[in-house]
């Protein structure tokens, strides 16, 4: 029979479709990684992998990696039962968060879980939506924050709150002076965007469509940071949400918003986690004191 690490690696290679990102992605190297998936093929006498590119996973491969997703959901499951015991605010809970959230939101929201849950320990990270989903169904972290709506039957979202969404520019704008303006006023500028595995990027290009305006596809920011900073420098023009602009670490010191008429953008955040996971009671007390300290901040 196959190890659970190399059922892991199994996974690793549909999630990736790479030897090396997924070698990567389990952190191992990827001559490890090839000699143990061939061990696993040679001891169960089926081809597992096409090995080509990319990297796909025969008929029988697909199967086995659905079925050790599962394992490995609820080994993760077990090691959290055990570390948790009877007290499910207990213990480390581990909370995927996207870049565009976490540094803005996630410093108030810790204190007051801290103060209210003192026994519960947060294990944060940073990751893209997409790639953290993967994460999550297997097991890798306990629930998301993420402005991306999950998908599938296997995941359980909850709606926490919209934030609003503005366009800035560089202070010196020659349309700032013009006060209160239309979408039409925008056709042509130059606007920046996250690359485009960020959510944000999608809804850059939908708002742009209205505009008119041109997406800077040389210059895509790495963050939120730095799309403040090129639009503060006069390279373009950024949509930046509202949580990060009231933020000591983001804030309107290189940047002003344009008042637009019928401007309504927002975005919607959402918590997610594993239906039916043994923690879920756990999950959406997080999920509800994150929202309580977003809408406060943002009211």
Partial sequence: MPTLRQLQYLVAIEDTEHFGRAADSVHVTQPTLSQQV????LRLGAKLVERGRPV??????????ARARRVMRDIAEIRALAERGADGMAGTIRVGVSPTIGPYLMPLAVVRLHRDFPALRLYIREGIPAEQFNELRNGRIDMMLTPTPATGNDLHTEPLFREPMHLVGAPDHPLL???TLEYTDFAGQPVLTL????PSHQQALNICSKMGAEVLRDYEGTSLDSLRQMAGSGLGLAILPELYLRS???GEDMVSRFAIKDWNETRSISAVWREGAAFADSY???AEVVAAEAKEILA
Avoid: F, N, V, Y
């Fill in 38 to 41: 061939k061990e696993m093929e």
């Fill in 56 to 65: 796909r996973l025969t008929p029988i491969g697909r199967e086995i990696s």
């Fill in 177 to 179: 002076a013009k006060g």
């Fill in 195 to 198: 690359d485009q595995r960020h």
């Fill in 248 to 250: 000591e670490t983001g």
């Fill in 284 to 286: 959406a007390a997080i």
